[in-house]
């Protein structure tokens, strides 16, 4: 196993320098910089100006010179600074607001897992009853309905008309903390968390339901249930350990999806995470967090994928590396 992950980090250098060289020619082929809004903005400014300060932050230089500059930099942990919010470091700006983001997607990846998974059981278990019915219209919807509409509809439903939630932010008010911050944070995650997770959940629900009863016409479980095990031990001992193989493939794949997708789920909900500072980034040609983002949002999928690698053999110890 030791060896295994040994290979599949060293994998992920060439994967990652791909990442970035295909990213920045990306941001690079984009018209204009982060001193083009500026000098829109106030034309009264000397173009000179914007000219001398090009040539000091090397936006003049050759695209190779540019991206040799910035992956060596990169390499030893600098990413630069800003373009934009008054030259403050890439890094302050993304440790600022990773922390949001990430319990964000813990949080989504919770309602996902703690709705999905049983209503999915449930549905293979009792195929074609009313709520194997109703899981599957929901899964539908799920899949139909964009991430930000559905956000709307939630803000509009039970935040505004009904006052259950807030609309944005993280917390209550300022000063907070201990358990009163805890709660209030939570509180401010429920509409975001159900937004980013909806598709999530019923992707999960649909391949619980799918799997389970696939593994349940097997041979080994008729067996198991000739020889008079218990409803429960043939569930939970066999059907769900085999069950679970698809869905740990699916989670690998959802840390850096949650991530990704919170950009737009963030910016409709207004909350403070590297979700909205990407937008922000994007929109105003700020390609060193840009490219910051990117290149961390690639490396939790790579994660991601590994530890699903690594679960599989946790689930079913018939999967080996060695």
């Known amino acids: 196993m030791y060896k295994y992950i040994i290979r599949r980090i060293l994998v992920f250098i060439p994967m990652l320098f791909a990442l970035t060289v295909i990213v920045f020619g990306l941001a690079q082929a984009a018209p204009g910089d982060a001193l083009t809004g500026q000098q829109l903005a106030d034309p009264r400014v000397d173009p000179e100006v914007y000219e001398k300060q090009r040539e000091a932050l090397g936006l003049n230089d050759p695209i190779p010179v540019q991206y040799a500059k910035w992956i060596s930099n990169v390499a030893q942990g600098d990413f630069g600074k800003s373009l934009v919010f008054n030259g403050r470091s890439v890094a302050d700006l993304i440790e600022a607001r990773f922390a949001n983001t990430l319990y964000l997607g813990i949080f ?144 690998g794949f959802e840390i850096g999806v949650l991530l990704s997708g919170a950009v737009i789920t963030e910016q409709v909900f207004q909350y403070p995470g590297l979700g909205t500072l990407f937008i922000s980034s994007v929109t105003n040609r700020d390609f060193p967090v840009v490219m910051a983002i990117t290149l961390i949002l690639g490396i939790l999928i790579l994660i991601g994928n590994l530890l699903a690698d690594i679960f599989y053999s946790i689930v079913d110890p018939r999967i080996r590396y060695d």
């Not at 031990?233 to 699916?250: C, D, F, G, S």
């Open 108 to 251: 989504s990846l919770f309602i996902t897992i703690v709705v999905a998974i049983p209503i999915g059981i449930y549905s293979a278990r009792k195929p074609y009853s009313l709520l194997d019915y109703a899981a599957t219209g929901f899964g539908f919807l799920g899949l139909a309905i964009p991430n930000f509409f559905f956000g709307l509809i939630a803000i509009y439903v039970l935040s505004i008309n009904l006052g259950w939630f807030p609309a944005q932010g993280t917390l209550s008010g300022p000063g907070m903390a201990g358990f009163e911050a805890f709660f209030s944070r939570l509180h401010h995650m429920v509409l975001p968390g159900i937004t980013l997770g909806l598709a999530g959940t019923a992707t999960y629900m649909r391949y619980m339901r799918s799997e389970v009863l696939d593994v349940l016409g097997s041979d080994y479980i008729r067996t198991a249930k000739a020889k008079g095990m218990s409803d429960s031990n043939v569930l939970y001992k066999h059907t769900l350990r085999n069950a679970l193989i698809p869905i740990i493939t699916l989670m």
